[in-house]
């Protein structure tokens, strides 16, 4: 569906003629006519503002850039040989070495409280 050609809008016209009257037919064109025009404006400010808001954005955007291009990260030469790991050197028994050394007590054994360095006697 195009846009409305002379036909059309003098079938339009002579339509709301007859439906409104010539009295009222000037004042509903003014009432269309205003209401377009606050439409317009309306849009048009809309606009404005979104581009306003855009602009504001690249300004900040760019800011932005010109501080991380000016951002050179320091390299620090590490002697990554003083940080190495070996599993040798580390003091932490591992489960199975803490199992061999604190044996499980064994099923239906009752527990014995002694003092430390005393005996128990079996």
Do not use: C, W
């Amino acid at each position: 569906m195009g846009p409305l050609g002379v036909p059309e809008m003098i079938f339009i016209f002579v339509l709301a003629l007859l439906i409104l009257g010539p009295k009222k037919l000037p004042e509903v064109g003014r009432a269309i006519g205003k209401g377009m025009a606050e439409f317009r404006r309306a849009s048009n400010e809309l606009r404005s503002t979104f581009d306003r808001e855009m602009h504001a954005m690249e300004r900040e955007n760019e800011s932005v850039k010109e501080v991380t291009s000016s951002y050179t990260p320091s390299t620090y030469d590490y002697p990554y040989d003083d940080y190495s790991y070996s599993p040798e050197t580390t003091s932490s028994a591992s489960a199975p070495q803490a199992a061999e050394n604190n044996p499980a007590p064994t099923p239906g054994a009752s527990p014995e409280k002694t003092a430390p360095g005393s005996e128990v006697k079996s």
